[in-house]
């Protein structure tokens, strides 16, 4: 049988740890293809490049003959630059990641990684972007690597349903600690944000941007809900973002 | 009665002319405070600025007393700097646009204008995003500002219903042309994209991102249907992206 040809990809760059680790675990299930950005992209949310040039270059980063090209866009412009220019056909499925960091309930809004596992699942392409809630850059993503395996295995032998792709959190806790795999729903939760203001040498007035957490959400069938109980979260994830269920209602105004 | 607060924001930079069309009619319903980006975000999706400090500039560009304030981020962090920083207290409604070209169907998850209203709809404030599908600098803004008007208006009296923002996208039509507002649900539709690809003087190749839409959905309760048949159509759309209904599928997995 052939082998699935596999597009990989991130947000947090081509050199990242968590992209390599992804790749290893990708080489022992298909043909692996990397196209990702050359530089950070976290935060980026479903941004493209519409005003300036992308460039791409082939690179040779690990020493065993996969391909490998950096490009110079967002997440979403990598996976649309792979499946135009790129590959060779049609991947089998694109993941994404490992992710520096939790990619989990609202984070999914603001998601680099996860922008391309859906900019390749609006192209009908199974796709699966997978988070470490541990943003350290030396994260320990060994932990991960059987249960990533297992995940993508079962998505390439049962098709993942149309129009949806997954969320995959891992939680940030050793293999024999992880309880298991468990399909969440999205939970409810927001970042209090708090603007850290200062003033610079010319006298501008600046601000960073930080903020707490906080989970709105008491249900034990959330993403969150699980990995604080030592569990892998997988949250289908649609980007029909009709709110079908209130349509009914908003034709009740006088418009 | 007091006066509704409306935080007005967009896409394409303060000074663009949709804005100010917006804010024309916005002051006709209530106090506004401008805050948007300081250059044009189109296509940034829900980005957001982790990486460099955010700077604001309070700024006179209408000259009856409104405040208006710029800021050096996307549309997301205009909206989590006004909430936090700018504005007296919450607003009322959150606006945003009216953008210069479509944010129908596909276009919602790579929206700017969109991710403006997203983020205050996540902090649980109202909000709508309005486009018109008309790519040009000098669109004739005047023909919206009626229907602009009673869906601002309805959705102060009725609230937009919890979870959700409204996706607004108003036809290339005159304004007798228009036949009214109708609610829809988010078109099945994707971009064939093609890559014009170049090579620079020095050698080094590079890529323009370019593409044509492709409406993949043949229903007409959708808003590329409205659009085309001369409405207005309005999308409720929500936050979050758990596809429910595939969760029993996902269970069936061995993981």
Redesign the interface.
Known sequence: MEKPLILVTNDDGITAPGLRMLITIMKKIGDVVVVAPDS?Q??????????T????KKMKIDLDGIDEYSCSGTP??CV??A???ILPKRPDICVSGINHGSNSS?N???SGTM?AA?EAG??GIPAIGFSLCDYSWNADFEQAHD?IH??VT?ALA?GI?K??V??VNIPKLTKNEIK??K????A?A?WK???D??TNPMG??????TGEFELLDKGEDTDEWALANGHIS???????????H??Q???????
């Open positions: 950070p976290s935060g980026m949310g479903h941004a493209i490049t519409l005003d040039a992308l460039f791409s979403a412009d649309k630059l499946l135009q220019e609202i999914v809004i603001y922008s859906v609006i192209e249960f297992s995940i079962q049962n349903p129009g949806t997954l969320n298991g795999i399909v969440c729903r999205q409810r927001n944000e708090k603007f203001k200062r501008k007035d600046y601000y960073w941007l997988v949250v289908p994830t649609q980007f029909d973002l009709t709110a079908h209130v349509i209602e908003l034709n009740t105004w006088e418009l």
